[in-house]
C-alpha cells in the first residue's frame, strides 16, 4: 500500500509540479485576466495596479528572510550540533527514534520554522548514526512533519504580522491583533497541543507497521572549520576569531530585550522575535567568524522568498484595486456561516498551499480577502486568520518546497517520504478539521 502511494505522488510531482516560482507567474496571470473579465478594470488598470504593489512587501520580506536565516543559523551553531548529537546516543529503539525524532521537530518548528527544518535533518543523519536498523525514510518523514506546528508557533508570520504595527493587513483590520488572540487562542492551544499527541503516535504506529526500509548510505557532511591554534594568524584575523565582540554584543542584545520584557514593550513581532534570533545566533556561534561562514550559508536558502515576494506583492496589488477581493469575499459570506467560515478558510488555504508555498505570500494573497469576508459576516477575526495559518500548514505535508531543505540535508528524495506524509495529511486534516469546527 504504501509503496504504491510513493509511487504515484512521486510520479505526479516529478511530471506535474513545476518550480514554485513558475506557479507564482502562472497566479499572477491568472488573477491579471480575472481581474480584466470578473470587474471593470482595463488591462492597463491590471498592469498599473500589479506594477504600484510589487515592491509594497519589501520590508515583510526581509523580516521573513532574516527568520528564516535566524533558525538556520543557530541549528548548524556548533552547540546546538552537540545538543542534537547527545540526544540521539539516548535511543536505543526504533519507535524511540521515531517518537524522538518527531517531538524535536515539533518543538524547534513551534520556536523558529527555519530551526525547525535544520535540526530535524540534521536530527536525522545523527541518530541514524548510532541505530542504523532504523526505517531511515520514516525518520526524515517524521522529523518534515514537525513542522506542521510552525505557524501556529512562535515564529509563524501570520499572527505576527498582524501583531506588528504599521503591516500590510492593518487597514483592513482597523489595528493590529496581539498574539494573545491568536497564537494564545484556545484554538490554537488545542491544536498545537493535538500535533505534539497525534503525529508521534501516528509516526510511531507507522514504524511498527513498516520497521525497516532499504539501508541509505550518508555522505558525510564537512564539519565547521576552526582556527588552527598552531598557525600564525595576523591582528585582523585574530580579532575575527575572537569571543570578545561576539560577547559584548550578544550581552548588549539580551540586555535591551530584558529591558523591553521588563518594561512590558516586548509585544512579540516579527521585528522582536527575530531581534532575539539574532542575538543568540551571535552567542552560540562565539566568534565574528563562525557567525559570518553561517550566515553566508544560510543566506543560500533565501533566495526563493526574495524572488517571489515582489511577484506576490503584485497579485495583492492587482486583487485589492480592482475589487476581486471584495467579489472572492461575497463568495464566502454567501456560502459559509459564522460557524463554518474558519473551516472553509482551512480548507481553501491548504488548496492554496499547493500553488503558494510560502505562508508570508499566501496572507499577501489571500489575507485581504479572507479578512474582507471575516468583516462582512462577524466572523471573528483573529480565528480566521489563524484558519489560513493553519491550512498553509497542513498541506505543506504535500508540498515539495519547504521539504528540500530536510531532503538536502538528509540526504534523501521526495519521493522516499511522500507515502509516509500522504497518511499523516489524512491524519491530521481530520484532526485540525474538528478543531476548527468546535472552536
Known amino acids: 500500500m504504501v509503496t504504491s502511494t510513493v509511487a504515484f505522488f512521486d510520479r505526479m510531482m516529478r511530471e506535474y509540479t513545476p518550480d514554485p516560482f513558475l506557479l507564482c507567474l502562472f497566479l499572477t496571470i491568472l488573477l491579471f ?4 473579465f470578473m470587474t471593470p478594470s482595463t ?30 543559523v543557530i541549528a548548524i551553531a556548533e552547540p546546538s550540533r552537540k545538543f542534537l548529537a547527545s540526544i540521539a546516543s539516548t535511543v536505543k529503539t526504533s519507535g524511540q527514534a521515531v517518537v524522538v525524532i518527531t517531538l524535536v521537530a515539533l518543538t524547534a518548528s513551534f520556536i523558529n520554522w527555519g530551526l525547525g527544518l535544520v535540526v530535524g535533518g540534521i536530527l536525522c543523519r545523527e541518530i541514524y548514526k548510532v541505530l542504523p536498523t532504523a526505517n531511515y525514510r520514516l525518520l526524515v518523514a517524521s522529523s ?7 505557524h501556529g508557533g512562535l515564529s509563524g508570520s501570520i499572527p505576527l504580522v498582524i501583531a506588528t504595527p504599521g503591516n ?18 484556545p484554538l490554537n492551544i488545542a491544536a498545537v497541543t493535538g500535533m505534539f499527541i497525534l503525529l508521534p503516535l501516528s509516526n510511531w504506529m507507522l514504524g511498527r507497521v513498516y520497521p525497516n526500509s532499504t539501508p541509505v548510505v550518508l555522505q558525510e557532511t564537512p564539519a565547521p572549520s576552526k582556527p588552527l591554534k598552531d598557525v600564525y ?19 548588549m542584545g539580551f540586555t535591551y ?38 550566515i553566508s550559508e544560510a543566506a543560500s536558502k533565501v533566495g526563493p522568498i526574495l524572488l517571489q515576494f515582489p511577484f506576490y506583492a503584485g497579485i495583492m496589488g492587482m486583487i485589492e484595486s480592482s475589487k476581486l477581493a471584495d467579489l472572492i469575499s461575497n463568495w464566502f459570506v454567501e456560502t459559509a456561516t459564522v460557524h463554518t467560515f474558519p473551516l472553509l478558510a482551512f480548507y481553501s488555504a491548504g488548496l492554496l498551499n499547493l500553488f503558494i508555498p510560502s505562508g508570508g505570500g499566501q496572507w499577501a494573497v489571500q489575507g485581504p480577502v479572507i479578512l474582507e469576508a471575516a468583516t462582512k459576516m462577524g466572523a471573528s477575526i483573529p480565528y480566521a486568520a489563524m484558519a489560513v495559518a493553519w491550512g498553509d500548514a497542513w498541506t505543506n505535508l504535500l508540498q515539495p518546497f519547504w ?37
Open 403 to 439: 521539504a528540500l531543505p530536510v531532503l538536502a540535508i538528509a540526504g534523501l528524495q521526495l519521493r522516499e517520504i511522500m507515502g509516509y506524509c500522504v497518511a499523516l495529511l489524512f491524519i491530521t486534516g481530520a484532526y485540525l478539521s474538528f478543531v476548527f469546527l468546535v472552536f
Open 257 to 294: 530585550i530584558g529591558i523591553q520584557v521588563a518594561e512590558h514593550n516586548f509585544r512579540f513581532t516579527l521585528n522582536d522575535v527575530n531581534f532575539s534570533l539574532l542575538f543568540l545566533a551571535i552567542f552560540l556561534h562565539g566568534t565574528p567568524r563562525s557567525l559570518i561562514n553561517a
Open 144 to 150: 518534515y512533519s514537525g513542522f506542521i506546528v510552525w
Open 168 to 185: 500590510f493587513t492593518e487597514h483592513l483590520i482597523g489595528g493590529t491583533i496581539p498574539i494573545t488572540e491568536t497564537l494564545l487562542s
Open 33 to 36: 485576466f480575472m481581474g480584466i
Open 233 to 251: 594568524m595576523g591582528p585582523a584575523e585574530r580579532l575575527e576569531n575572537s569571543r570578545l565582540f561576539s560577547l559584548a554584543i550578544s550581552a
Open 43 to 72: 488591462p492597463k488598470e491590471m498592469v498599473f495596479y500589479w506594477g504600484e504593489g510589487f515592491w509594497a512587501l519589501i520590508q515583510f520580506t526581509m523580516q521573513m528572510v532574516m527568520i528564516l536565516v535566524g533558525g538556520y
